[in-house]
């Protein structure tokens, strides 16, 4: 049965690794859903830097960005919710919308991103569920939000009571770092980023924080890589 040799021969290797004593524990157990201890801890010295303080009880590895996105919407976003964004927005925003079955509220934009203005219009307005947004060079126009954009934009997703979640796979290129819109709203936000647009594209190593880390607990276990 030619099937079952090429899977005797792939195993080979595997099993030549499992004969090292060390190495032993690689495959004959399972390994951690939110990822391996180290690899969060690193992670959390990662986010650190960029100016979010977490735990790593609160951090979840992901599969680059676009699985950490995809997690952190299907947690808050039911079919048929309303998700706000900027009115040029990312393509993966709006293949993620149809595949959960959300629809896009668009905001208007300025050079510094999303205008409190219209965030709020929204809120007031529209049954927003989450906000979905780029604050760190925004694709695909580059706006950025400064301090007082992102607490301006923080306060009113506070005053409403509406998740935001945080695409910041550019935030770490920043030559003079803004404080994540994550960190201003600790209890509302769920915070995205990767390695592989600041380090390298085949760096498929992701990040996802909540402080609620529940509520992510029963989406990555469906969803985990």
């Known amino acids: 049965d030619t099937s079952v040799t090429g899977v005797q021969t792939c195993a080979l290797p595997i099993l030549d690794i499992a004969g090292q004593t060390n190495n032993r524990s690689l495959i004959s157990k399972a390994k951690p859903v939110t990822g391996q201890p180290h690899h969060i801890e690193s992670g959390a010295r990662f986010l650190s830097s960029q ?61 510094f991103g999303i205008t409190p203005d219209a965030f709020e219009w929204a809120c007031k307005h529209k049954p927003i569920k989450a906000l979905c947004c780029t604050p760190s060079m925004a694709n695909p126009n580059s706006a950025h939000m400064d301090i007082s954009r992102r607490e301006a934009i923080a306060n009113i997703a506070k005053q409403y009571e ?55 607990n029963s989406s990555h276990r469906c969803i985990s890589y």
């Open 51 to 111: 100016g979010l303080d977490v735990g790593t009880d609160q951090i979840l590895l992901t599969n680059g960005a676009c699985h950490g996105l995809t997690l952190a919407l299907s947690t808050v976003v039911e079919h048929g919710d309303l998700v706000a964004c900027g009115h040029l927005v990312d393509h993966g925003l709006i293949s993620r919308s149809r595949m959960l079955g959300f629809k896009l509220q668009p905001l208007e934009m300025d050079e």
């Open 162 to 216: 509406i998740y935001v979640i945080e695409d910041d796979v550019y935030g770490a290129l920043e030559p003079n770092r803004v404080p994540p819109l994550a960190a201003l709203l600790p209890e509302q936000a769920f915070y995205v980023t990767s390695l592989t647009k600041v380090v390298a594209p085949g760096m498929r190593t992701g990040y996802l924080t909540d402080r609620k880390s529940t509520r992510l």
